[in-house]
């Protein structure tokens, strides 16, 4: 059994930070779980394009609001507190922020930690990752 807590996991190995974002990695790839989990905190006022060519994501919001656009067809969906959001096609996508957002996320397949973001928003395959 693998337990966690969040609150004791900032400003670890497996807290990973930008100017706007926050993802504690609550499992990774060498937890051997088939997927890997993250809370993230995003900061209000920021946008993000992504685009996770090599992983499937999800996301649950726990808090915040702001709104996703699908990039490929320019829809646009409300993102707030129960709302999930599922990148079943590897969709790039812009994420606006208009309050401070806490997220759930899973990523298949896991990542390992090491993952940065490339220039075009996604993360190296698993394959290619250092």
Not at 11 to 25: H, L, N
Not at 51 to 60: A, D
Not at 73 to 101: N, Q, R, S, W
Request: proline share 3%.
């Amino acid at each position: 059994m693998i337990v966690r807590d969040e609150n004791k996991m900032h400003g670890t190995e497996r807290s990973v930070s930008a100017e706007q974002w926050t993802s504690v990695r609550m499992l990774l790839a060498d937890d051997a779980m088939g997927f890997s989990f993250h809370i993230t905190h995003i900061k209000a006022g920021s946008v993000h394009t992504f685009h996770y060519k090599n992983h499937f994501e999800s996301v649950y919001c726990i808090k915040g609001k702001g709104r996703i656009e699908d990039i490929a067809t320019g829809e646009v969906h409300e993102i707030e507190p129960g709302v999930m959001y599922a990148l079943d096609k590897h969709d790039k996508h812009t994420l606006t922020c208009d309050e401070d957002f806490v997220f759930a996320c899973c990523f298949n397949p896991p990542v390992t930690g090491n993952e940065v973001h490339r220039e075009d928003g996604s993360y190296a395959a698993p394959d290619e990752a250092a």
